[in-house]
């Protein structure tokens, strides 16, 4: 990664720092054989192929800043969604979204907000080539040291293996559970598994929980049990119920 834009294999623009992490510039890579009119009008190209791209790839993420809305607390959640590259911690924002009656929050399927149970996200931007792009821009406007991107179709990961940072997984959108990390979205389809499976209050591990996650099935009661769920002990061991702490 060397933040330069090529042509032909040679290198024909470098990027520069813009007003936010969306919304990079661009400097021309000439001698000075170029005219400048040819220099001006080949930055001019870059920078409008440059801009569509990365609106094409994360609209929803830039949607968020030009929001119009006469509603304070979506408008609150939006940019903060904003400044936190498409993911946050449910509880982090729980008593922005607590504030936002049901009617507004029909505009969230719009947005491209999905309000799980652990996080708000936009799903749109868990996307292998919009992770990409999105982490790639805001590692370069934070200068930060480049990091490992999980591979395309993980969903769950073994900390032993991999040592990443939870921080940088978040971004990517995976969330830390002891020495698991699991992709959000993925997360969020657990959780309503369980409760569609669940009877007062208990639930049977089955196998489409455990294929979801595509993780062995040690692993997956390991993590169930991280996650608060007990299990029952007048039930065979595949039955849990949640733990209220």
């Known amino acids: 990664k060397d933040y330069k834009i090529y042509w032909k294999k040679n290198p024909v623009a ?16 000439s001698d000075d054989a170029l005219e400048p009119s040819s220099k001006e009008g080949l930055l001019n190209f870059l920078s409008t192929w440059l801009d569509g791209y990365i609106t094409e790839q994360l609209y929803d993420l830039i949607n968020l800043v030009k929001l119009k809305n006469n509603n304070q607390y979506l408008r609150a959640l939006a940019y903060r969604l904003y400044e936190n590259n498409g993911i946050l911690k449910r509880n982090s924002v729980d008593d922005i979204v607590s504030k936002i009656d049901k009617d507004v929050r029909r505009q969230f399927r719009k947005l491209g907000i999905k309000i799980g149970r652990y996080h708000i996200y936009l799903p749109k931007m868990l996307k292998p080539k919009a992770v990409e792009l999105r982490i790639l821009l805001w590692e370069f406007y934070n200068e930060l040291k480049h990091n490992q991107i999980p591979r395309s179709g993980l969903n769950f990961l073994n900390d032993n293996e991999y040592k990443f940072n939870k921080k940088f997984l978040l971004l990517c959108g995976f969330e830390k559970f002891n020495n ?4 959000v979205d993925i997360l969020e389809k657990l ?16 196998s489409d929980m455990m294929n979801l996650l595509g993780c062995s099935k040690e692993n997956f009661f390991s993590l169930i049990k991280i996650m608060d769920y007990k ?3 007048n039930e065979e061991n595949l039955f849990f119920y949640y733990k209220k702490r």
Do not use: A
């Open 14 to 29: 470098k990027i520069k720092k813009g007003k936010n992490y969306l919304s990079p510039e661009l400097e021309v890579i």
């Open 180 to 183: 698991y990390f699991i992709r």
């Open 191 to 206: 959780f309503i598994k369980i409760i569609e499976n669940s009877k007062n209050g208990k639930f049977k591990i089955n």
């Open 231 to 233: 299990k029952d002990k």
